[in-house]
Each structure stands twice: as structure tokens, then as C-alpha cells.
């Protein structure tokens, strides 16, 4: 059997508000039902491929009160400050939990699935891995258990995606595998396992200037190549 390893968020569902409003409410203490600014938004969502740990949400969130948000935001990176980091994703995990246990549905008006998703749920004969940085609880609540799901506790003791994507391919004999990601800085570390094809999906939160495929030409992929 083939093993598809998919990422969650930017690939199967659109949660970049819920990351949104859990930024602005633990760095700005803005309420969380405070409105959305348009203008902030759009450039955190057009730089969000900055980020690929919790912990970068920190500086992004800073950076897009500027006019060029990429310099902003790898001058902030430069000078980390580790434990203000850390405190802020502690705090904006535990708000994440805190919001799905008080407001379960302002959070699920917060996401929503893309077209792939739905493609996914009709593919057979694969094993499905969403491996994601994303809190495991989290995509449990939004997928349930019919895939493996290696979030963001089971990621703890791996460097990376790759680093954990290359042990599962070698635990568990896989013949070939293919791994789908919105952002490039996860695919490059996996571009010389053996028996992996890693494809940028050209939806999500893809970097400026790249160009990855649709979801069409992706699921097209898997099929032809299964056959």
C-alpha cells in the first residue's frame, strides 16, 4: 500500500483565522470577537508561509503592523527572544483549548475544509498520514479518527516533518509515499528520501512567487501513479 502524508493546515482546511484571532488576542489582548481588520489580515495571510512553528506566529503577528512584513519579520527572528516565544505559544495553545471547550462553534466558523479535502475522503487503497505542527486534539475534532494523525505532541521529539516522515517510511516498509504541503520549507528537507515524491499544493498559504499544483492535478497524480 502506498502512504499519502498530507498537511492540515493549508492543504485540507483553511484555519488561518482561528491562528489569526489566537494571535491578536494573546500579543494584542484584542478581544476575541472583536472584528477582523481587513488590512492586518490580508497581509498575515499573504505571509503566513513565513511561518512553519507556533512559536513564528510571535513575530508575524508583530510584523504585519508594518508596512514590509517580510524584513519586519526576519529582523525580529534574528533577534529572537526565546522565552517570550515560548510564553506566547503556551498561551496561544492553551487558548486554542479554551475556545474549543467554551466556544465550540465561533471556532468552527473560524475554518473550513478546502476542495481537497473532500477529493481525500474518496480516495481507497492508501494510507493516509495528516502529519502536522496543528495540536493533534485539535484535527481530531475536525477529521475524527479515520486517518493517522501525528500532530503537534507526536512532532515533539523529531527536528522536523522529514525527520519523522523518514522513520515511518523505514518502520513501516512503505513502497512508495507522497507527501503534500503548502509550504516549500517542509518539502525541501524531504527531497532525498528514498521512495518519497513531495508535491507543493498551489492553494493554502503558499509562498509569494511559487506556483504549486491544484488539488485536480494532485489527486490525478496519486491515482495515475497508484495504478
Known sequence: MQTLFLDFDGVLFDTLKEAYILCRKV???TDIFEPIEPEIYERFFRYKFLVYNIWQYYYLIQ???QENVEFEFNRLVANRDIEAEA???RDFVGLRVELLEQYPDFVDSLESPF???DMVQNLQGFDIVVVSRKNSFAIRRRIGDRYKIIGKEELEHVVDKAEFIREYIA????ERAFFVD????NLRPCEGIERLTCLLAGW???AIGESGMSAEEIIKFFTVTKK
Request: aromatic share 18%; hydrophobic share 35%; charged share 20%.
Open 171 to 174: 518502520k513501516n516498509n512503505v
Open 87 to 89: 510564553r506566547f505559544e
Open 204 to 206: 493554502g498559504n503558499i
Open 115 to 117: 476542495p481537497f479535502w
Open 27 to 29: 500579543f494584542c489582548k
Open 63 to 65: 510584523a504585519v503592523q
Open 182 to 185: 503548502d509550504n516549500s520549507h
